[in-house]
């Protein structure tokens, strides 16, 4: 490429690059800068330099404690119930009368939009007129205040977790399963392999990749959980079902308005994604499963 076709390229791409440093990297430095001040919105007189103060206080926080437990909470079971889900449905409905129609219906959840999904469970988990209630008393069984307890409350948002990200799952599963090579299939079925056996020891070997690929990407997403939070439970019964991320918006932007607090939960939230991400990856040994690293 010509110098001048390089300048007229580099014009080109410039805008783009502009927008991506002012609307991210400018953002993600500001966060990071804000996060060793004491800036408090409600009030007067802060934004001072503290250092490393509130990194101190936040393991000092029980209400910091509270949502790691329970982000913690998400990832151990919902993520691997999703997972389990995902792949027994795309599993199952292989092959099945209406397989397109029950792919459809499988995800429906998935495009149902947080704010509507949230809105609905809540009147699904309603005390009185709740239809979850109501089914439990056919059975003569008391009804549960869902939101009212700790327990309950973080059962009702792993179901609807679960609910609205097993479609997710099923669908990636779903598609790699359409995509395995044939040959070795149609091998597998000549040496006797059928069913369960094949699925079992050929189709589920070369889904591996795809199935670490897709536990880090809720892995991932789960450290974000807000939107389910926020229009279910916000946080309560106290702080039973307050993720990470939730408990930051809480005390930057909802309740207290401290910046730089916030700011902190926002950083240590990335550090320990990147942690968490960096280490399931060599667990896994992700990159010599998908090929990006020569044995």
């Given amino acids: 490429m010509h110098r001048n076709q390089k300048k007229v390229a580099l014009m080109l ?3 783009a690059i502009v927008l991506f440093l002012v609307m991210t990297i400018y953002p993600f430095v500001y966060m990071i800068y804000t996060s060793l001040t004491n800036l408090d919105l409600s009030k ?6 503290i250092g490393l103060k509130n990194y101190i206080e936040i393991f000092q926080d029980p209400l910091a404690r509270s949502s790691i437990g329970f982000t913690v909470m998400l990832v151990v079971i919902a993520v691997p119930v999703e997972i389990l889900l995902g792949l027994g449905l795309s599993y199952l409905i292989r092959g099945l009368v209406g397989e397109k129609i029950m792919r459809s219906l499988l995800l429906i959840p ?4 947080a704010a509507v999904g949230g809105f609905g469970w809540k009147m699904l988990y309603n005390f009185m007129f709740g239809p979850i209630n109501y089914f439990l008393s056919l059975f003569g069984l008391q009804p549960i205040a869902w939101f009212g307890q ?3 409350a973080q059962l009702a948002i792993l179901i609807i977790d679960i609910w609205q990200w097993t479609p ?3 669908l990636i599963i779903y598609a790699a399963l359409q995509a395995l090579p044939k040959d070795i299939i149609d091998a597998g079925k000549v040496d006797g392999a059928n069913g369960w056996r094949l699925f079992l020891h050929i189709e589920l070997p070369l889904l591996r990749p795809i199935l670490y690929v897709t536990l880090l990407l809720r892995v991932i997403d789960v450290l974000k959980t807000f939107d389910i939070i926020y229009m279910t439970t916000y946080g309560g019964p106290g702080s039973a079902t307050s993720t990470w991320s939730f408990y930051a918006y809480k005390v930057g932007v909802s309740y207290g308005w401290n910046i730089g607090y916030g700011s902190a939960l926002s ?6 994604s990147i942690l968490l991400v960096n280490t399931l990856m060599k667990l896994l040994n992700l990159g010599k499963e998908l090929g990006l690293v020569k044995e």
């Avoid at 007067?44 to 330099?49: A, E, I, K, R, S």
């Avoid at 998935?110 to 939009?113: D, E, F, G, L, R």
């Avoid at 950083?267 to 320990?272: E, W």
């Fill in 168 to 170: 997710f799952v099923f």
């Fill in 267 to 272: 950083v240590i939230l990335l550090i320990v």
């Fill in 110 to 113: 998935m495009m149902v939009p």
């Fill in 13 to 15: 791409v410039l805008p």
């Fill in 44 to 49: 007067v007189g802060t934004g001072q330099f």
């Fill in 150 to 152: 700790s327990n309950y």
